[in-house]
């Protein structure tokens, strides 16, 4: 583990709750950065209360994305708070908020006025629909996932659109809220001045959908719902085997060979209506079909190692406890604790690793106003 991390001297003042604005902050809480946590003194982000489960009395919501940050719980509209916060943000080179737009600005404490203290501040506001025309709109992932498409081509036509099992969008926009962030950070480097990073939801899950978009601003295409299946490849979802499914996604014709030979229907590499993607993709219900009468004759787990071993990608649907038992035997060690938690608190590892400055998981999420948590705050 090395002594400094790759961001340590980065100073974030945090004013965002509940998941996206939280995750990004985490995640370069991890490589070093100092985060000073703002929360309302009644409560704190709403995620402490959003239970069960429970942990030791604390919602795992909040526990999941708060680490390695401290926190102070201060009244947004008090004078004293006010006054705090503007000296805190001379000090920091990041503010971090997901207030609706204009909100913080009410507040004293938007971009504008921030810079104008500090013109090397680097200042991310994190909406649902923008600070345009969908400023007045509130953001939620499930708001997001419905409005921006995703659940569209999620669900099946027997069952209609569903949501992810978690916040995706949330979490995306964590993400790029997370690179916009170092984006500035680098250019002030050069330039030695800061700028307004902004992201949103909507915009955060049109870029998501990738392939599905480009199909449709290039051909007009509207994608629909297809259960598991890809609308571009086949074969390429969840089959029946003799107890679980197991997914497989053989892209290529060599992969299908492969594939086909290893469960013992070559014959099927011979097929007119199989012998390239497009034909597959075609006929897709009938090559389901063919390859299911195969795999029913064994489990999940049988084939997962067959077909693994001769390259085709696959793997059975595992629930939450397997994949980490899964990431846990290939040497991922998925599950860290926090060096500052005496009651070893489990936690999820940043899953980007650098060589010379790995994450450090260095106190676990702090209590309400426990500004002594991760670091000490200049007051």
């Not at 659109?161 to 926009?173: E, N, Q, R, S």
């Not at 590499?269 to 199989?274: I, L």
Request: charged share 20%; net charge negative; proline share 6%.
């Amino acid at each position: 583990m090395g002594e400094h991390g790759a961001l340590d001297g980065i100073r974030i003042l945090d004013f965002s709750r509940v998941l996206a604005g939280p995750y990004a902050t985490m995640l370069l809480g991890d490589f070093g950065a100092e985060i000073i946590k703002i929360e309302r003194p009644d409560g704190g982000d709403d995620t402490r209360s959003w239970g069960p489960p429970w942990h030791n009395d604390e919602a795992t919501y909040f526990l999941a994305v708060n680490r390695n940050k401290a926190s102070r719980a201060l009244d947004l509209k008090s004078a004293d708070a006010k006054s705090e916060l503007l000296e805190l943000a001379r000090t920091c080179d990041v503010v971090v908020e997901n207030f609706r737009p204009g909100a913080m600005a009410k507040l004293g404490l938007g971009y504008e006025q921030l810079r104008a203290i500090n013109p090397s501040i680097v200042y991310c506001s994190i909406s649902g629909f923008g600070s345009a025309g969908g400023a007045h709109l509130a953001g939620y992932d499930l708001v997001a996932q419905a409005a921006g498409g995703l659940m569209s081509v999620t669900g099946h036509a027997e069952t209609g659109p569903a949501k992810a099992g978690v916040a995706l969008v949330d979490i995306i926009t964590g993400l790029h809220a997370a690179i916009g962030i170092q984006t500035a950070l680098y250019e002030r480097q050069r330039s030695g001045e800061g700028q307004l990073v902004e992201v949103n939801l909507l915009s955060s899950v049109l870029s998501a959908l990738s392939n599905q978009a480009s199909a449709h601003i290039l051909t007009g295409a509207v994608p629909g719902l297809m259960g598991n299946a890809h609308p571009s490849v086949a074969p390429y979802q969840p089959f029946t085997t003799a107890d679980r499914p197991l997914t497989i996604a053989a892209t290529t014709n060599a992969q299908f060979v492969k594939l086909v030979t290893a469960v013992g229907r070559d014959d099927l590499a011979d097929d007119d209506r199989f012998d390239t993607n497009a034909n597959r993709v075609a006929h897709r219900e009938t090559l389901v079909a063919e390859l299911e009468s195969a795999l029913r004759t064994n489990t999940a787990d049988h084939w997962f190692d067959v077909l693994s071993g001769v390259g085709i990608p696959c793997a059975p649907i595992n629930d939450l406890g397997q994949a980490i038992q899964l990431a846990e035997r290939l040497g991922l060690e998925p599950v860290v604790t926090p060096e500052g938690d005496p009651e070893g608190q489990a936690q999820m590892r940043n899953p980007v690793g650098l060589s010379r400055t790995p994450a450090r998981y260095i106190s676990p999420p702090p209590g309400l106003d426990d500004h002594e948590a991760a670091h000490s705050i200049a007051r």
